[in-house]
Nanobody, 126 residues
């Protein structure tokens, strides 16, 4: 299984970006997917998740600004990021849960995720 994350870049505060995570080797169907991020010197943290059933969850810091979605036909998960802030600067990783048809809500613990993308850097300037 390979997850390819892309779409990061440099954006001004208040701007938008859309990250994509394309999966190969295994369908996304039946698995929860999530986005995590890691800023320099900080732990990797949960950003957003989408359960196999389509239920979405968000970290409080991004709620109302970020939207996670999936396109089963393209085997791709997206993270639409609006109203970006300098504190959103980080490397963003997509991840796939290890359990087929597990919890309907994506886990927030990074240890639950079996496969990880390589990360894409998002830099928000003030």
């Amino acid at each position: 299984v390979q997850l390819q994350a892309y779409g990061g870049g440099l954006v001004q505060a208040g701007g938008s970006l859309r990250l994509s995570c394309a999966a190969s080797g295994r369908t996304l169907g039946g698995y929860s997917m999530a986005w995590f991020r890691q800023a320099p010197g900080k732990e990797r943290e949960f950003v957003a998740g989408i359960g196999w059933s389509g239920i979405t969850t968000y970290a409080d810091s991004v709620k109302g600004r970020f939207t996670i979605s999936r396109d089963s036909a393209k085997n791709t998960v997206y993270l639409q990021m609006n109203t970006l802030k300098p504190e959103d600067t980080a490397v963003y990783y997509c991840a796939q849960d290890s359990v087929l048809y597990g919890s309907q809500t994506a886990a927030t613990e990074k240890g639950r995720y079996q496969y990880w993308g390589q990360g894409t850097l998002v830099t928000v300037s003030s």
